[in-house]
C-alpha cells in the first residue's frame, strides 16, 4: 500500500532552521518526481518545491528560494525539505506529494502524505 | 507566480450541477494542458480529481469532469451529493518548471 509520511515538523523560531522528511513505501520511489505543498492555516494550497526522481534538478517557489532546499536519498526513500531563514509566514503545514507522471513530471500530484504543522514564532 | 483565479464559493442542491471556474494567463492555464483539481475535506489532505484538463483518475466518479478554454480551466460537477461538500483547488503547470494553485473553492451542498 502506497504510503507518505512526513515528520519533522514543531514550533521553531524565526531566522532558524528545520528539516522535514517524508518516508515512502509501497511504489518505486526512485521512478517519480516528487514535490511539497504547504497549506497555511486557514488558506490554500501554495506549492514549494520539486525534484526529479534522480534528483538531478530542482526548483522552487520565488517565496521560498534561496532559503529552502528540497533532496532525496532514493536508496532510503525519503525526501526532505531543508527550511533555513524561517519567517512567520512560513508557518504551515507542509505536505510531500507524488508526481503524478512516470518517469517525467505531470506537474499535478497523486499522492499526498497526512502533512506535518511548521509553527515559526518567538 | 500568480495564484489562479476562483471563486470563494459556490453552492448547489442535492441532485444538481456546478462549476467552478478557474481563470490563468497565457503563461500558464492556457499555454498547457497540465490542469488539475483537487479535493479537500476539513483536516484531510488533498485527493486529486481531474489531472491534465479533463483526465479521471481511476476511482473519481464520472460525476466530475473537467475541461478548459482559453485562460480559463473548469470543473464540473454533476448529481450533488452530500460528500461532495468540500474545498476545491485547481492547479496548472506555471512554466519554467513551477506550479500555480488556485486560491480555493469552498463547496457548499444546500
Known amino acids: 500500500q502506497m504510503q507518505l509520511v512526513e515528520s519533522g515538523g514543531g514550533v521553531v523560531q524565526p531566522g532558524r532552521s528545520l528539516r522535514l522528511s517524508c518516508a515512502a513505501s509501497g511504489f518505486s520511489f526512485s521512478s517519480f518526481v516528487m514535490h511539497w505543498v504547504r497549506q497555511a492555516p486557514g488558506q490554500g494550497l501554495e506549492w514549494v518545491a520539486v525534484?526529479?526522481?534522480?534528483?538531478?534538478?530542482?526548483y522552487y517557489a520565488d517565496s521560498v528560494k534561496g532559503r529552502f532546499t528540497i533532496s532525496r536519498d532514493n536508496s532510503q526513500t525519503t525526501l526532505y525539505l531543508q527550511m533555513s531563514s524561517l519567517r512567520a509566514e512560513d508557518t504551515a503545514v507542509y505536505y510531500c506529494a507524488r508526481d503524478l507522471g512516470v518517469g517525467y513530471s505531470g506537474w499535478g500530484f497523486d499522492y499526498w502524505g497526512q502533512g506535518t504543522l511548521v509553527t515559526v514564532s518567538s | 507566480q500568480s495564484a489562479l483565479t476562483q471563486p470563494a464559493s459556490v453552492s448547489g442542491s442535492p441532485g444538481q450541477s456546478i462549476t467552478i471556474f478557474c481563470t490563468g494567463t497565457?503563461?500558464?492555464?492556457?499555454?498547457?494542458?497540465?490542469v488539475s483539481w483537487y479535493q479537500q475535506h476539513p483536516g484531510k489532505a488533498p485527493k486529486v480529481m481531474i489531472y491534465d484538463v479533463s483526465k479521471r483518475p481511476s476511482g473519481i466518479s464520472n460525476r466530475f469532469s473537467g475541461s478548459k478554454s482559453g485562460n480559463t480551466a473548469s470543473l464540473t460537477i454533476s448529481g450533488l451529493q452530500a460528500e461532495d461538500e468540500a474545498d476545491y483547488y485547481c492547479c496548472s503547470y506555471g512554466g519554467g518548471s513551477t506550479v500555480v494553485f488556485g486560491g480555493g473553492t469552498k463547496l457548499t451542498v444546500l
Open positions: 497565457r503563461s500558464d492555464v492556457g499555454s498547457y494542458n497540465l
Open positions: 525534484i526529479w526522481s534522480d534528483g538531478s534538478n530542482k
